[in-house]
């Protein structure tokens, strides 16, 4: 059975290392998952693939959603949340996450964590599609870096492990039941089985199935690729949001100009200088996101040229003062954006389809939990509400820790797991290929699709499809291996949604059908393999 895994490998040949809890990733929902396991009592290790702080979460620019400021309510961030996601959201799940939220927050708080804060209490500040100010900020426009580093204080203090350099290769799971992972320690080059009582997913997004993007490089979907191999369930792929102003430059986009920007005046203009997006939405420039970067992409071909942030009638100082990383950025490019406006297009940015949970970060394989990006709660719908992800992180994570806590915590005689039957995969130009996936992405499932190209990319992955009975010779080849398996997904769900809906834009279903208000789920039959 091709393509449950994708490394040759026999358990009974490997060290085992036996971990109560295994937590994959170390963004929001990894450590602070770990952290509030730890503070249970409970044994947990992090394993990471690359350095602590290499994640989406540090990168986070804008801030936090949660509803505390006087004039909000949990009531009127549902409302907001379930607008923005166009009809597909769980009404429960955000139930949960918006009353769950303010919280989950005050606890990162109490971690540590330093919002900006005004003699009446926390600053808030509005994003896109909010109709209160509730968006809890950081050090100006670095809030995810903040976050990041109080979860990492405390994580450390508890002398939680974090394994860094620590590649997830596969999941080990047999009839249905996960007992671990198998991990390539990449300092050493060595295979480790970990067995876990329970192993929780929290290893981010797959931006980088695009070339042009703001998430990390190690955002491959790697989560999704081995849950989704080990038998759990995937949905809502098709919706991925595409950030609307991404700073354009001639090699491509990847720094993200916050939408922060806008919540505090930044109007969007054409290369004719017009404000345009009153044209397109009735709250313009704080539209929900899917609006703006369609309008934007509208604006380039008409003008075939950039749009322009500009932000040149606010006062210099605050400014700068507000937002020190994208000022100080701009600046190293020679831009003051003070005095100029700033040359922004879309690129991908958020993927709100993952693999499937319940409101208790359960997944379809038992003692398997997913929480943050890799995750889908049902949250977002077809379009996350700003700064809504970092909260989903900490509120789903938290719920995990609660489940865990409530059930007895045995271990499971675990068998032995192996996989033979993978070939050598030849002369793979594994860079190439994963240049050309992100080619064949950005061209045909970018923010607007058209049914040609999405049909050529459905044989573009087909092509690569013998690649499932190769193995994967290194973490290189691996990351291209995940990117292929949710790539092929993502095309196959967009080319099955008839509709046009949130993220996901079809010119030839250019409307949303009530007969599409259903979600798209994918899942492979469970894996039977232990070792013989
Ligand atoms: C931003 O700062 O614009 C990003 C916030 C988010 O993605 O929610």
């Known amino acids: 059975m091709p393509g449950f895994f994708i490394v040759n490998f026999d358990t009974r040949q490997l060290p085992w290392e036996s971990v109560d809890?295994?937590?994959?990733?170390?963004?929001?929902?990894?450590?602070?998952?770990?952290?509030?396991?730890?503070r249970s009592g409970r044994g947990v290790v992090v394993v990471t693939k690359k350095m602590v702080g290499n994640t989406a979460t540090e990168r986070a620019q804008g801030g936090i959603a949660a509803a505390i400021g006087t004039s909000d309510s949990p009531l009127l961030h549902l409302q907001d949340t379930l607008r923005a996601g166009a009809g597909l959201c769980d009404p429960e799940a955000v139930r949960i996450l918006v009353t769950e939220g303010p919280d989950r927050v005050r606890d990162l708080v109490g971690m540590g964590t330093c919002f900006a804060r005004t003699d009446a209490g926390f600053a808030l500040v509005r994003e896109g599609a909010h109709r209160?100010?509730?968006?809890?900020?950081?050090?100006?426009?670095?809030?995810g870096a903040e976050i990041q580093r109080a979860l990492c204080h405390q994580v450390r203090r508890l002398n939680i492990p974090i394994l860094e350099n620590h590649f997830v290769v596969d999941?080990?799971?047999?009839?249905?039941?996960?007992?671990?992972?198998?991990?390539?320690?990449?300092?050493?080059g060595r295979l480790v089985a970990f067995r876990s009582k329970a192993v929780i997913l929290a290893s981010g997004g797959a931006g980088q199935l695009f070339r042009q993007t703001t998430n990390p490089l190690v955002a491959t979907g790697d989560g999704i690729a081995l849950a989704y191999r080990a038998g759990a369930a995937v949905t809502d792929l098709e919706f991925v949001q595409f950030h609307p102003t991404v700073l354009a430059l001639p090699e491509g986009c990847t720094f993200l100009i916050s939408e922060a920007v806008r919540g505090e005046g930044g109007v969007l203009r054409n290369a004719a200088g017009e404000a345009f997006m009153a044209r397109y939405h009735p709250d313009a420039e704080l539209a929900p996101r899917d609006v703006v970067t369609r309008a934007i992409l509208t604006?380039?071909?008409?003008?075939?040229?950039?749009?322009?942030?500009?932000?040149?009638?606010l006062p210099a100082d605050s400014l700068r003062r507000r937002f020190p990383t994208i000022a100080q950025t701009c600046a190293g490019l020679g831009l003051d954006i003070a005095r100029e406006w700033i040359p922004v297009a879309p690129a991908a940015h958020y993927m709100m389809g993952g693999v499937q949970t319940n409101v208790h970060g359960e997944t379809a394989v038992a003692d398997l939990y997913a929480c943050g990006e890799v995750a889908c709660v049902g949250v977002h719908g077809a379009n996350r509400l700003a700064s809504n992800s970092l909260l989903d992180g900490l509120v789903f994570g938290g719920r995990i820790v609660?489940?865990?806590?409530?059930?007895p915590a045995g271990w499971r005689a675990g068998p032995e797991f192996a996989c033979s039957e993978l070939r050598a995969a030849g002369r793979v130009d594994y860079v190439g290929l994963r240049t050309a996936?992100?080619?064949?992405?950005d061209a045909h499932l970018g923010p607007i699709r058209e049914p040609s190209g999405l049909e050529q990319s459905l044989r573009f992955f087909e092509r690569y499809d013998y690649l499932q009975r190769c193995a994967a010779p290194d973490p290189e080849a691996m990351e291209v291996h995940n990117l292929l398996q949710v790539g092929a997904l993502v095309t196959e769900a967009a080319l099955a949604r008839r509709e046009?809906?949130?993220?996901?834009?079809?010119?030839d279903y250019p409307e949303p059908r009530e007969c599409w208000r259903k979600?798209?789920?994918?899942?492979?039959?469970?894996?039977?393999?232990p070792a013989d």
Do not use: P, W
């Not at 604006?299 to 009638?313: G, P, R, Y």
């Not at 609660?402 to 059930?407: F, M, S, T, V, Y």
């Open 21 to 38: 809890h295994l937590v994959i990733g170390s963004g929001i929902a990894g450590l602070y998952t770990a952290y509030l396991l730890s």
């Open 132 to 143: 209160q100010r509730r968006i809890l900020y950081a050090g100006g426009d670095a809030t």
């Open 171 to 188: 999941l080990l799971v047999h009839h249905g039941q996960c007992y671990g992972a198998l991990v390539l320690d990449e300092t050493t």
């Open 299 to 313: 604006e380039m071909k008409a003008t075939a040229a950039h749009v322009f942030l500009d932000v040149t009638h």
């Open 402 to 407: 609660e489940r865990i806590l409530a059930r």
């Open 437 to 441: 996936l992100q080619d064949q992405m």
């Open 500 to 507: 046009s809906r949130g993220g996901h834009y079809r010119t």
């Open 519 to 529: 979600h798209l789920i994918f899942q492979r039959a469970s894996r039977n393999e």
